[in-house]
């Protein structure tokens, strides 16, 4: 994710530049918290709800802290580290999807009513949105000299276009039926939404070739949403709900003869 | 470069529904229990005749074609309220039944998931019969089928009833007028 760090080094001492304390701690620091997740998620019995997610966790943290050693070793060259970067990215983004997919089923599986209805319109999305990522992506002007780099931004703008049209289909499907999240399915696509949508940003913008001598800046944002996500997802996988006592709201009380009619008639 | 702007603009529209949803999400919990404020009591009567295919037949047969189309279409605008209405309260209806989901007496969860499935299948029935009543208003012509909508809303109402009853004796909600 935050790869092109690893080749800009700047001049001046702020915390806001590559190698800086803060650039470490925010490209190391979500991914431990990531891990300390996992075993959490694992030890609660929560993988047997979430394996997608929960594997996504576990590969995400294991590809980033091994980018950053790759990164911040004088050993490896930069074309090594851009290959590892792009395999990397390519099974990130197969499991994001997945994870999409399986909150969409966590979502569905209650309700019958809407379950065809809402994979019919998911698929159909998806392939659109597939179509239309890789016709953008084929007509992208690239924006550095070695195609492993442009390749690799072009190929984060895809995934972010696919990942972020289905997160909003996601939400609005919800929100029309009013279909309830429930709490841990709520955190998780709330923190891949909020991700998806900002990282759908700044990789366009990289893929681009805009910002070119402030992409660091880029880099920090994306770091930072990143840490804002892992800590939603702790938030809403580990913290116990407060067990308010929801009544059921009182009816209202008239016309009960003609109810009482209507339900002797449905009953017939 | 234009690209580049433009998915910018649609990954923070994205950003700002997803919040809003979720803003949305929690003040919907909050305001669960003034359903009987929120729900709008609807005649079906009146709809069943909006709906009847008879009826436009013998206003087409009698009016003048000019007349016969404006007349249809405000009965198709007359229809969508209906519809809308009834989109409405199913969404309400869905966020009862799962408070009541939640309530743990079984009986009442079963006439709960009941009522929240048929709210569901109206909510999505109506949204197709809301494309087809505008598709119509440019096509007046065309047959409407809103039947579909008018069972559904009936079934709806026979759960909610029930589910009234299960958890109230005393009470009910109220969805239709006559």
Known sequence: MPAV?????????????????????????PHILQLLLAVFMWRRGMGRLFP????????????????YGLDVSPSVSGETFWRFFCFGLIVEGLIKLGVIGELFFCL??????????????????????????????AFMVPDNNHWLISGSHILQQTFYIVECGLLMFLFCFAAYFRLPFGRQVFGIALGIG??????????AMTASG???????????????????????????????HKNSVRDVAPLPEHSLELWNRELERLLQ | MNFAVILVVAAVISLVVILRLAVSRS????????????????DVNAFRNLVNPAEDEYLRRRLPSRDFRRVRRAR??????????AAENAALLVGFGETALASGDPKLADAARQLVNQALVLRRNSAVTLVKIYVAMAWPYSGLAAVRVIERYE??????????????PGAAVRLSRT
Request: hydrophobic share 55%; aromatic share 10%; proline share 2%.
């Open chain 2, 155 to 168: 079934q709806m109402s026979g759960s909610a009833m029930l589910l009234g009853r299960l958890q109230e």
């Open chain 1, 194 to 203: 909020i991700l998806s949508s900002e990282h759908l940003a700044s990789w």
């Open chain 1, 52 to 67: 997608v997610f929960l594997s996504y966790l576990i590969f995400e943290a294991v590809e980033e802290l091994t980018l």
């Open chain 2, 27 to 42: 003040l919907q919990i909050r305001n669960s229990a003034h359903l009987d404020t929120k729900i709008r009591p609807m």
């Open chain 1, 108 to 137: 569905l599986r209650p309700w019958s009513a809407v379950a065809k209805v809402g994979s019919r319109l998911i698929s159909g999305i998806g392939a659109i949105l597939v179509l239309s990522a890789s016709l953008a992506a």
């Open chain 1, 5 to 29: 760090l690893g080749i800009i080094v700047h001049d001046e001492s702020t915390m806001l530049q590559a190698h800086s304390l803060l650039w470490h701690y925010l490209w190391v620091g």
């Open chain 2, 76 to 85: 198709l605008r007359a229809m969508a309220a209906y519809v809308q209405i």
């Open chain 1, 210 to 240: 805009a910002l070119l001598d402030k992409r660091y800046l880029l880099d920090f944002l994306n770091l930072a949403t990143y840490h804002v996500c892992v800590l939603v997802w702790f938030y809403y996988l580990l913290v116990p």
